[in-house]
């Protein structure tokens, strides 16, 4: 319950709030600020459950920009002797401990975290330390699937994800169309699940559905032009991906299969409808 979405019954109304029933944690507050009106007992309210700064059970309706069990991409906001404390969206901070950094963290800058509950504590803390949250468990993914992909890291081979919160994986620098950053999100697919569990991603669909979409939108583009594009295989990548929202990569598999298809013309500068 604690650090996640929960939906619970108003109990009682006080002055200051209402109270929901908790179950096991026993009547949870809502303070009067978070209170929508015409809120009665009986009702039924989604409220996010955490601890205040006295550590108790307190409910709100504000959102965290990550749950227990979610990366997010947060900024500093302070450090003292016990670790760094993040903005996450709510009253109370989150606490990384400085046994939870993975570099000494320094306020004013952002970090990939992980968010969980730590056991001795039963408070909710992050840390930095992404390995330690990502491959427990064994990928069960299919080549094509789509992902929610973060941004966690930059690699000479390119960008490390987080995939669904779960796994990590690679996207890599010659297969990027556009530009990206650490803390990211995107819509991804798994490109290739490797022998050694490790995971290849990819911010396009892999095969042949997405090439022969794409064609089509070409042929749509070049006869509402038309006829023409003043684009061809030749032009840069980042003026096929502003007018396609592709890679040149698979432009050019697309302007292809158009070309062998007797649809098409293509020159140094410009591709002409036949």
Request: contains cysteine; glycine residues 8%.
């Amino acid at each position: 319950m604690i650090g996640k979405y929960n939906t619970l019954k108003v109990v009682k109304e006080v002055d200051f709030g209402v109270y929901l029933d908790g179950g096991e944690f026993g009547e949870i507050l809502l303070p009067i600020r978070y209170v929508p009106p015409g809120l009665k007992p009986e009702d039924e309210i989604e409220v996010f459950i955490y601890l205040d700064s006295e550590d108790r059970v307190i409910a709100t309706t504000e959102e965290p920009y990550a749950t227990i069990g979610e990366f997010a991409f947060l900024e500093v906001v302070s450090v003292n002797k016990t670790g760094a404390f993040l903005d996450w969206g709510l009253m109370k901070d989150l606490l990384v401990p400085y046994r939870e950094q993975a570099e000494r963290m320094k306020e004013g800058k952002k970090y990939v975290v992980y968010v969980y509950l730590d056991d001795e504590s039963k408070r909710i803390v992050a840390t930095s330390k992404l390995n330690t949250a990502l491959d427990n468990l064994i990928p069960e993914y299919e080549e094509g699937e789509e992902v929610d992909l973060l941004v966690i890291d930059k690699t000479d081979l390119g960008y490390k994800v987080a995939i669904n919160n779960l796994h990590s994986g690679m996207l890599y620098h010659n297969e990027l169309f556009k530009p990206i950053k650490i803390g990211d999100r995107c819509k991804g697919f798994i490109k290739k699940v490797r022998e050694d569990d490790k995971l290849d991603v990819t911010l396009e669909k892999p095969g042949y559905e997405k090439i022969e979409g794409l064609a089509g939108e070409i042929l749509q583009q070049l006869q509402a032009k038309g006829g023409q594009l003043p684009i061809s295989d030749k032009s840069p990548a980042e003026v096929i991906y502003k007018l396609f929202g592709t890679s040149k990569k698979n432009f050019k598999k697309a302007t292809g299969t158009l070309y062998k298809q007797r649809l098409i013309e293509i020159h140094q500068d410009k591709i002409v409808l036949i």
